[in-house]
C-alpha cells in the first residue's frame, strides 16, 4: 500500500517547505489565463449550434453575438481591474461579496464558485476530448472514457503537488496562443485575398426561424466565453510586486487576447461560411477551412487539447482552496482545510476530482449537455462580485469613488442581465439543477456550521467546576464467551484497573453454561460470574440488557465499563472465520442510552493469533 | 431497521420452539421428492438438444438412453434402499464416506453435495422460469430477472422458517404428480388410437451425424434426471417410526414415480415425434402436441413451475444443514452453525442464496448452460455414498453382506462411470469449473479446520501457570487534540483508573502547542503533556512512534494503553464533519507490533454531542 502510494504520489514533504512561489507576468498569464483563453473552445461552438438550427439565416447572427460578448467583456475586464487595486490580498467573489453584502450573500458566491469550479474541469476536458476526436474520429465514440482518464491523470498530478512544475505548464499556453493566433493570421490573409464566403442554404435546411429567444438563447451559452476571467482578481498574492500594478496589466493583456482569439475565430467562421460536420466541432471545422488536412491541422487541435486539459487544472488550484477557506470558516467538514502530505489539500483534490468524474459520467461526457448548468454559476459570481464592489466603493468614498462605483454598477447590471438570460433561456436544458443546487449548497453550509457551534458549545470549558475530580474507579463488565487465554489475558489487564469486575456468560445454548461455569471456578482469580440466558440466541442483546439493568441497580450516575477480549487472526481474510461480536457490541452501544455527554466506556484488549 | 425485518421475517422464535416434525409417508414423499421428480424438467430438455443437432436420426435414440438411464434410476434407487436400512441416523454422502472412506474422500463429498444444492437452486429456478416461459412467450427474454425474483421469494420464505408450511407444500406436489401422471395417461390413450408418427426429417437438418460421443453426451446430460433419489436417506430421522422401513418405501415408491414420469414423457415425445420450436421447451411441446393450447395446457406448466420451485426450496434446507454440520466439524466459518433468531440456519440460507443468483446472472439464467455443472457434483457425490456402502459392508459383515455389498458395488461402478462419462463428454462446456472448484473447496476446508486448529492451540490454558496474577496497573497514554470537555471528561475517567497517565499533544501545525500547554496547565489535574512535532502533518504516525519509543524505554514488557477520547455526534451524517482520527488509530494499531499474543488495549471514552 504504502510503497504503491509513494510511487504515484512520492513521498511526504515537510511543512517547512511550503512556500508561496512568486510569478513574474509571463508565468502568472500562463498560470491564469488557460480557463479564460480556452473557453473559445466551447463558446464557438455553443453559438453554431445554437444557431444552426435557424440556418443560413440564424449562423449570420454569430458575428454580432459575438461582439455582443465582447462588449460584456470589455465592461468585466475593466470591473476586474478595479477589484484588483481594491483587494490586493486577493479578492474572490467569495471574499468581495462577504465583506460587503453580508456573509449570506458569501455564501451564495461561493456555492457558485464551487460549482463553477467543478463544471469548468468537467467542460473543459470534454472539450479537449472533443477536439482531438475531430482530429481523429475512431475516438469519438470513446469521450467519456478517454475525458476519465483524462481526469483521472490531472487529479494524480495534483495530489502528487504541481507546484514544481509552474514553469513546464507555461509552455503549453504559450503553444496555443503562438499556434491560434498564427491560424487567425492566416485566416486574416486569405479572407484578403479571397474574399467572403456564405453559408451554403441548401446544406442548411432551417428547422426553426431566427427568433428573439433563439438569439438570446444562443448569447447566453457563448457568454461561457467569459469564463475564468475572474481569476486573476483571486491571485493577487502570487505576482511580483507591485502586484496589484501587475497583476492589473496582466488581467488587461488576458482580456485583449481572449478578445481576438474569440471575435476572430467567431468572425472567420462566419466570413468563409465554416459549417461543421455531425462528428466535428465547429473550430476544428474552420481549422480545416484555414489550414487543410494536414500536420498544421494536427497540430492546432493537439494546442487545444493541451490548453484545455491545463484550464481544468486550474480547478484544481481554485476548487480545494476555496473549499479550504470554507472550511476554516466552519461552512464545510473541517477535513477539507487540512493539508495532505504532499502539501496540498489532498480531501478537496479528491472532492473535486469526484465530483467533476460523476458529472462527465450522467453527462455522457457531452460538453453541450453540460453548458447550461456551467454559465448560471458563473454568472451569479460575477454579479455578486461586482454588487459587492459597488457596495465597497460607496463605503470607501475614496479618491475617484463615483466612477469606480458606476464602472462596477454597469459590470454588475450586465451581469446580472445575462445571469437572467441565461437562467431563463436554458432553465429546462439544464439551468434549473443549479438554480436548485445553488440554496441547497447554502443550506448545507449553515447546516455544517451550525453543527460545529454546537460542538463548540458542548465542548466549552466554561461553566465546568475549577476543580474536578477524577470518577471513582469504574465497574468493569466482562463478557465471556468460553474459558481461554484470550479471556485470562483480559481479566488479568481488567484487575489491575479494577477490583469492580464481573464476568458475563450470554448462554445461547442451553445447558452450555455448567462447563463455563466450572472453569471459572478454577480460573476466574475470584471474579464473580453471571449468566444471562438468551431465548432468542443473540448475544448482543441480553448483554446490552444486562448492563442498563445493572446501571439501573447501582444508580450512582456511572455507568458500567464494557471490557472486550478481542481475538486479532493472523490474515484479513481470518476475520470471516470469527464472529464479529465485539464489533457488533460497539455498534449496537453507539446510540444506546447515555447521560449527559458521558457513554458507556469501552476497553479493547486485543489478542493476537499468529 | 427492525420493523422492516420483523414484517419481512417475524418476530424472533425462543430456542424451545425447536422441535422435530415427524412426517408420515404422504408428507414425507411430498417433502423429499420434488427435486427428484420435477428433474424430468431440464432432463427431458437435455437428451432432446443433446440428439436435437444430429436431426430426425439422432431423436430416434431418445427412448433408448432414457432407457439407459431407468437402468440406472433402478440400480441407484436399491443401493440407497440400503444406505437407509445402514444409517437410520441419516446416511448422507458426506457422513458415508467420511465414516467408511476417511476424512479426506468425506470432505470430497461434501464439496460435491455443496455445489450440487447450489446448482439445484439455480437449475429448478432457471427450469421452471422456462416451464412459464414456453407457455408465455413474452417473458423469454425476462428470464433472468424471473428466476432471481423467484430466488429472492423463496430466501426470504426460508429466513422467515417455512417449517410451518410443510402440509401446504405438499399441495403442489401432489398437484404435479396428479397433472403429469394424467398427462401420460391421455397420451397413453392417444396412442393407442392414432398410432406412432415419426419425426419429420425435412424440419430437422441433422448438423452432424449421430456418434457414439454424441450418444454418451446425451446420456450424460439426460443422467440429471436422477439429481435428488438421495434425498431420502440424508432424512431418515424425519419419518414415523417404523423410520428406516418407511423411509425405504418411500423411497422405492417415488423412484417408481420418477421411472414413470420420464420415461412416459420421453417415450411420448418420441412415439408421436414431438418437435420444440426455438423459445419453448421439449416438455412443453409434448403437453401442446398431448392437450392442445386450452387451460389443461397452461395448468401443466403452471404445475411443473411450481414443483421446480419447491424442488430449489429443497437446497434451502439441504445446504445449510450440511454447511451447519461443517462448521461444527470445524471445516466451515463457526458463523454457519449458528441458529438465526427464527431458528433456521440464517446464514447458509443467505450464503445459498448468493450463490445460486450468481449462478443465474452468471449464466443468463440459462438451464442449458447450467447443466454441465451440475451433473458432476452429483455423481461424483453418488460414487463416493456407494464406494463407502461397499466398505460399509465389508467391516460390519452382518447377515447378507455380500450381496449387499455387491448391490452397493454395482452402484458404485456405474455412478463412476457414469461421473467420468459426465467429466470427460461435458469437460470443455462447464464441468471444468466443478472439476477445479472441488480440490479448491477441500483445500478451503482444510485451510478453515487448520485456523480454527491453532486458534484453539493459543487459547488452551495449558500450560499456563496455575495461579496467574493480575497485570500491573497500566501505564495510560491520552492523546488530546485540544483541550475540551470531552477530554477533560476522558481525563477524569482515566484518573479513576491508574495514576500513571501521560497526554500527548500531536503539533501538525508549527506554535500551536503553546495555547494547549497553557489550558493544559490550568486543566490537566497535573498529568504531565508531552509535545510531539508531526513536520508531515500526520496524526497517526508521531502518535504510534511515540507509543512505540516509550515502550521500548519503560523495558517493562507492558505496552502502554491508549485512551482516545471519541465524539458521538447526533446524527450519523455528523460523521462525515469529524476526522476519524480515533478509527484510523485503531486501525493502524490493527497490525502493530505486539508481544507473545498480547496487544495493545485501547479505551474508548465516548462524548455525546446531542
Sequence with gaps: MRSLRELFLGSPLPTGRLAMERLDKVRALAAFSPDALSSIAYAN???Y??????????????????????GLLVVLALSYFQTIHAYPGGGGSYTVARENLGVGFGLVAAAALLIDYVLTAAVSLTAGVAAIASAFPLLWPYRTGLALLLLLLITLANLRGVRETGTLMAVPVYFFLASYLAMLAVGAGRALLEGPASFASAALPPARPVSAFLLLHTFAAGCTALTGIEAISNGVPAFRPPQSKNAGLTLLLMAFLMGTLFLGSVGLTQYFGVVAGPEETILSALAHR??????????????????????????????????SIL????????????????????????LLGGLAGLLIILFGGDTHALIPLFA???????????????????????PGWLPKALLNGLGALTTAGTFFIVGVSKFLEGAWIVVLLLPLLVLGFLGVRRHY???GR??????????LRPLPGPRIVLPVAGVHRGVIEALRFARGLSSNITAVYVEVEPGSAEKVRQEWEEWGMGV???????????????????????????????????????????????????????????????YRRHRRGRGRAIIDVPFYLE
Design 49 to 70: 449550434l445554437g444557431l444552426v438550427v435557424a440556418g443560413a439565416a440564424g449562423l449570420r447572427y454569430s458575428f454580432p453575438i459575438a461582439l455582443a460578448i465582447g
Design 45 to 47: 461552438q455553443e453559438i
Design 290 to 323: 484555414l489550414l487543410g488536412s494536414g500536420w498544421p491541422y494536427f497540430l492546432i487541435q493537439a494546442a487545444l487539447l493541451l490548453v484545455l486539459a491545463i484550464a481544468a487544472n486550474t480547478s484544481y488550484a481554485d476548487f480545494p482552496r476555496l473549499a
Design 453 to 455: 457551534q454546537q460542538v
Design 327 to 350: 472550511a476554516r470558516d466552519g461552512y464545510l467538514p473541517r477535513q477539507l482545510s487540512q493539508l495532505g502530505d504532499r502539501l496540498v489539500f489532498s480531501n478537496g483534490i479528491l
Design 458 to 467: 458542548a465542548l466549552t470549558l466554561r461553566g465546568l467546576p475549577p476543580s
Design 528 to 590: 464473580p460470574l453471571v449468566v444471562v440466558p438468551s431465548p432468542y440466541r443473540s448475544v448482543v442483546g441480553p448483554l446490552l440488557d444486562y448492563l442498563e439493568r445493572t446501571d439501573r441497580e447501582h444508580n450512582d450516575g456511572q455507568m458500567a465499563t464494557l471490557l472486550l477480549p478481542e481475538f486479532i487472526p493472523g490474515r484479513w481474510w481470518h476475520f470471516l472465520l470469527h464472529n464479529q461480536t465485539a464489533m457488533l457490541i460497539r455498534l449496537a452501544l453507539l
Design 376 to 398: 448560471v454559476g458563473v454568472f451569479l459570481a460575477f454579479t455578486l462580485s461586482q454588487a459587492g464592489m459597488v457596495v465597497h466603493w460607496l463605503r470607501q468614498r475614496g
